[in-house]
C-alpha cells in the first residue's frame, strides 16, 4: 500500500474514532458532568501512558520539554470546553466546528509559524470560519459559541505545536508522540 493510501486510511480512522468519542461523550454527558468525564479521560490516558513509560524507559529517552506542557495544557483545555459542549449543545454544531479546526489551523500557521498559503485561499479560509462562527452565535449566543470556539482554537494550537515538535524531533519521538 503506497504512502498516500496509508494517508487516507489513517485520516477516514481518525474521523470515525473522533466521530465515536463525541457521541459515547454525549451521551454520557446526560447522566454524568462533563468535567467527570475529562477527568476520567485523562486520569486512564495517564495510566496508559505511565505503564507505557515504565516498560520502555530504557528503549526509550523521554524528553519532556516547556513544549510538552504547553501541549498537554492546550489538549486538557480543548477536551474539557469540548465535552462542555457536547454536553449543553446540539451534536450537529459541534460537528461543524470539529470540521473547521483544520481552518483554523492553516489561518493560526500562517500567523504562528510562518507557513506559506495561497491569499485567496487564506482569504477563504477566514471568510468560512467567520461563516461558521456566526451560524454558532445565531444558534446558542455569543457566549457559549466563544467558548467552543476556544476550545477549537486549543485544538489548533495543540496541532500547530505539533507541527513545531515534528520539525525540530526525531521520527521515534514524533510517532510516539513523546
Do not use: Q
Request: glycine fraction near 4%; proline fraction near 1%.
Amino acid at each position: 500500500m503506497t504512502i498516500y493510501r496509508w494517508g487516507y486510511l489513517w485520516f477516514f480512522v481518525a474521523i470515525l474514532l473522533s466521530l465515536t468519542n463525541d457521541v459515547v461523550a454525549k451521551f454520557l454527558s446526560k447522566n454524568i458532568y462533563h468535567g467527570h468525564i475529562v477527568f476520567c479521560r485523562f486520569f486512564f490516558g495517564s495510566i496508559a501512558i505511565s505503564l507505557y513509560y515504565v516498560i520502555f524507559r530504557n528503549k526509550i529517552p523521554i524528553n519532556i520539554d516547556y513544549l510538552t506542557i504547553v501541549r498537554s495544557v492546550l489538549m486538557f483545555l480543548g477536551l474539557s470546553l469540548w465535552v462542555y459542549g457536547l454536553s449543553d449543545f446540539d451534536f450537529y454544531l459541534m460537528s461543524l466546528l470539529g470540521y473547521s479546526i483544520p481552518i483554523i489551523i492553516l489561518i493560526l500557521s500562517v500567523l504562528i509559524i510562518g507557513e506559506r498559503v495561497n491569499k485567496y485561499r487564506l482569504l477563504f479560509s477566514v471568510i468560512s470560519l467567520l461563516v461558521i462562527y456566526a451560524h454558532l452565535v445565531y444558534n446558542i449566543g455569543i457566549k457559549s459559541a466563544s467558548i467552543i470556539e476556544i476550545s477549537a482554537i486549543c485544538f489548533a494550537l495543540f496541532e500547530i505545536l505539533n507541527k513545531i515538535r515534528v520539525k525540530k524531533d526525531t521520527n521515534l519521538d514524533v510517532i510516539l508522540n513523546l
